[in-house]
T-cell receptor, first 116, second 114 residues
Framework: DGGITQSPKYLFRKEGQNVTLSCEQN?????MYWYRQDPGQGLRLIYY???????QKGDIAEGYSVSREKKESFPLTVTSAQKNPTAFYLC???????????????FGPGTRLTVL | QQQVKQSPQSLIVQKGGISIINCAYE??????FPWYQQFPGKGPALLIA?????SEKKEGRFTISFNKSAKQFSLHIMDSQPGDSATYFC?????????????FGTGTRLQVTL
């Protein structure tokens, strides 16, 4: 059963602690993305990766870090430097354009992070 | 800077009616315009998408109308059903390398009443 998994669904952390959100895909997609969703603000791109061992900052990368050591995995760390980390975090993946015209991004179910 | 403006923020439509959501963009480099549907507590799912070389695309009850000169595109949901009640996001992307960076609108919460 192909898709994107994110874990956990709900995550609670104390202020000042780093936390890592998991994202795994078995769609054989090269590109992976992290978005943050806040009420009334849509989805905003945090980081994206086109290929293993490569990633680029999105529009709101400050206070976040990522790694891409495996094609299937793209974990996101929310650091203590992120001023307002409470949000719904969505991971997505897609084919890259050199593998076809379909740019569809497939999204995981999301992780709701609450910082207390 | 918000590059994709979406309206309305919320919409209530009667069952069987037409739902219309509008988006406007600024970046002329955008070349792919998808619409995503999101149910509460779930990730968004692609509904329909269009490229700027066509002015309209229809899939079942869902139609995208695209106006390149005005830099606007809209989603029309015909014969709206209660099951269509969800939040809808328009988006736009341009190439950066080989990945697609999507810029999303702020979303429209659609409620279809009986």
């Amino acid at each position: 059963d192909g898709g994107i998994t994110q874990s956990p669904k709900y995550l609670f952390r104390k202020e000042g602690q780093n936390v890592t959100l998991s994202c795994e895909q078995n769609l054989n997609h090269d590109a992976m993305y992290w978005y943050r969703q806040d009420p009334g603000q849509g989805l905003r791109l945090i980081y994206y990766s086109q290929i293993v061992n490569d990633f680029q900052k999105g529009d709101i990368a400050e206070g976040y870090s990522v790694s891409r050591e495996k094609k299937e995995s793209f974990p996101l760390t929310v650091t203590s430097a992120q001023k307002n980390p409470t949000a719904f975090y969505l991971c997505a993946s897609s084919l890259t354009r050199d593998r076809g015209e379909n740019n569809e991004q497939f999204f995981g179910p999301g992780t709701r992070l609450t910082v207390l | 800077q918000q590059q994709v403006k979406q309206s309305p923020q919320s919409l209530i439509v009667q069952k069987g009616g037409i739902s219309i959501i509008n988006c406007a963009y600024e970046n002329t480099a955008f070349d792919y315009f998808p619409w995503y549907q999101q149910f509460p507590g779930k990730g968004p799912a692609l509904l329909i998408a269009i490229r700027p070389d066509v002015s309209e695309k229809k899939e079942g009850r869902f139609t995208i109308s695209f106006n390149k000169s005005a830099k606007q595109f809209s989603l029309h949901i015909m014969d709206s059903q209660p099951g269509d009640s969800a939040t809808y996001f328009c988006a736009a992307s341009s190439d950066y390398g080989t990945a697609s960076k999507l810029t999303f609108g702020t979303g429209t919460r659609l409620q279809v009443t009986l």
